[in-house]
């Protein structure tokens, strides 16, 4: 299964000019776990709902005087619509981040998430059921040749 079998093509997102509150705002208001930083019509950094919480109790101001930048993750982790589950998944263990921004060239077209991913897990497994029905039938087949 691609990536862009299971993003979300509706990105939550807000300016870098953006306070944490505006952040928090936008997400509760897209019903989104994050929302991107864009800078210059492109991402520039994410915020997570973690990242807002964390700002409020570690710098005790109010969320809107902290700016976005100051707890966004940057640079983003991206990948391709066309990568695999498999490797984005790979990509989260291995960069520690539970969402990526899908980039095609150099636009921003979606994000995958962990959640995205386990939600498809049981289409994965039936693909690779597949699989390895059509391999045993092809070397079935091949045999009676």
């Known amino acids: 299964m691609r990536v862009d079998d299971i993003m979300t093509e ?4 807000v300016e870098l000019g953006s306070s944490v509150a505006d952040c928090a705002r936008t997400m509760l208001r897209e019903g989104a776990g994050s929302v991107v930083v864009m800078a210059d019509g492109g991402p520039a950094g994410i915020v997570t709902e973690s990242d807002a919480l964390r700002a409020g109790v570690a710098s005790g101001k109010p969320l809107s005087a902290v ?3 100051a707890v966004m993750s940057s640079p983003i982790k991206w990948i391709r619509p066309d990568s695999t589950t498999r490797v984005a998944a790979e990509k989260m263990r291995e960069t520690k981040v ?3 921004v899908v980039v095609d060239g150099s636009e921003m077209v979606g994000i995958v998430t962990a959640t995205d991913i386990a939600f ?3 289409d994965v497994a039936r ?3 597949q699989m390895i029905e059509l391999k ?3 070397e079935s087949d ?4």
């Open 67 to 69: 700016p976005a930048r």
């Open 98 to 100: 539970k969402k990526l």
């Open 142 to 145: 091949r045999r009676f040749r």
């Open 120 to 122: 498809h897990l049981s």
């Open 127 to 129: 693909g690779v059921g």
């Open 136 to 138: 045993d039938k092809w």
């Open 10 to 13: 509706e990105v939550a997102t």
